[in-house]
């Protein structure tokens, strides 16, 4: 528990926090996708790959740029973290913080994922999602998250008082992207980074500000798809919380895998080019 405020609240206490919030970052000003030009070619796609993830594992794969890829659930209500690198660069990788600055708290139709600096740019452009619907819930949760990191031994060790847990998101995640690269695991665990966490359910508790996950609403037959605005490589784990209704880092929660796919299209969408990195010519003031 948080101790409470040891500070008299000023007199002008309820004025300050009447003060109407300010969108950090105006959509007006940020290039947004032609998300029309996307989904006019994606119905004319053939199947170039599909890998099934068991749970409490993960699996890569690669995304050539202007590939489709969907994440699908197949068996059961189940949940994702996902890692994406440049393919052909692999310091390039998934910025959660900056894309959730510039999206919100959770992605969805039209939305990008960008890379971190110095290149940031998308890397992909969300075309389809089949939970579009939920929305925000009155808890004020919603699905596909970029607030949660990634569930973690380490943090499972701090909380569980020298807990010892091999197959949280982190592991699974480190030990594929070490068995794909050819990494010792000590410096493939350097590359694993915060995730989108497809199909989780999460919002902040609106009293105390807390994290919390609630049951997945994604049943089999959903799925996300994004384009890809690069040539990518995929790390994905499906995660020991299945469907995050109760708790992860463990063996408890019932799990299911998770299919993944990537489509090339008969044809690119009408002006499309694979995103250029970032303009700033990074001199930094000298
Ligand atoms: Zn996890």
Redesign the pocket.
């Given at each position: 528990m948080k101790p409470a405020p040891i500070t008299a609240a000023p007199l002008d206490a309820a004025a300050r926090k009447a003060i109407a919030p300010l969108v950090c970052y105006p959509v007006e000003t940020l290039p947004r996708p032609d998300l029309a030009r996307y989904r006019a070619v994606r119905d004319d796609v053939t199947l170039v790959e599909r890998l099934v993830i068991p749970p409490r594992e993960a699996g890569t794969w690669t995304v050539p740029a202007g590939h489709f890829c969907r994440i699908l659930c197949i068996e059961g209500p189940q949940?994702a973290?996902l890692n994406l690198f440049n393919l052909n660069n692999l310091e390039e990788r998934f910025y959660s913080g900056k894309t959730r600055a510039l999206n919100g708290t959770h992605v969805g139709l039209g939305d990008q994922l960008f890379s971190s600096f110095p290149h940031m740019r998308p890397m992909a452009t969300i075309t389809h999602d089949t939970l579009d619907w939920y929305g925000f819930d009155d808890f004020g949760g919603a699905v596909h998250d970029v607030i949660g990191t990634?569930?973690d031994p380490y943090t499972h060790n701090l909380l569980s008082h020298g807990g010892q847990y091999h197959h949280?998101?982190h592991s699974n995640l480190t030990r594929a992207f070490a068995a794909h690269t050819g990494k010792p695991l000590a410096e493939a665990e350097r590359y694993i980074h915060d995730v989108l966490n497809v199909f989780m359910c999460t919002g902040f508790t609106r009293d105390t500000g807390q994290y919390f996950m609630k049951a997945s609403p994604v049943r089999v037959g959903d799925y996300l798809e994004f384009f890809a605005e690069i040539d990518l490589l995929g790390c994905m784990?499906v995660?020991?919380?299945g469907d995050c209704s109760s708790e992860?880092s463990s063996d408890v929660a019932a799990c299911h895998p998770l299919a993944v796919e990537v489509w090339r299209p008969a044809a690119l969408p009408e002006g499309w080019a694979p995103a250029p990195e970032n303009g700033y010519d990074r001199s930094h003031g000298l």
């Amino acid at each position: 528990m948080k101790p409470a405020p040891i500070t008299a609240a000023p007199l002008d206490a309820a004025a300050r926090k009447a003060i109407a919030p300010l969108v950090c970052y105006p959509v007006e000003t940020l290039p947004r996708p032609d998300l029309a030009r996307y989904r006019a070619v994606r119905d004319d796609v053939t199947l170039v790959e599909r890998l099934v993830i068991p749970p409490r594992e993960a699996g890569t794969w690669t995304v050539p740029a202007g590939h489709f890829c969907r994440i699908l659930c197949i068996e059961g209500p189940q949940v994702a973290d996902l890692n994406l690198f440049n393919l052909n660069n692999l310091e390039e990788r998934f910025y959660s913080g900056k894309t959730r600055a510039l999206n919100g708290t959770h992605v969805g139709l039209g939305d990008q994922l960008f890379s971190s600096f110095p290149h940031m740019r998308p890397m992909a452009t969300i075309t389809h999602d089949t939970l579009d619907w939920y929305g925000f819930d009155d808890f004020g949760g919603a699905v596909h998250d970029v607030i949660g990191t990634r569930c973690d031994p380490y943090t499972h060790n701090l909380l569980s008082h020298g807990g010892q847990y091999h197959h949280c998101c982190h592991s699974n995640l480190t030990r594929a992207f070490a068995a794909h690269t050819g990494k010792p695991l000590a410096e493939a665990e350097r590359y694993i980074h915060d995730v989108l966490n497809v199909f989780m359910c999460t919002g902040f508790t609106r009293d105390t500000g807390q994290y919390f996950m609630k049951a997945s609403p994604v049943r089999v037959g959903d799925y996300l798809e994004f384009f890809a605005e690069i040539d990518l490589l995929g790390c994905m784990s499906v995660c020991p919380g299945g469907d995050c209704s109760s708790e992860h880092s463990s063996d408890v929660a019932a799990c299911h895998p998770l299919a993944v796919e990537v489509w090339r299209p008969a044809a690119l969408p009408e002006g499309w080019a694979p995103a250029p990195e970032n303009g700033y010519d990074r001199s930094h003031g000298l």
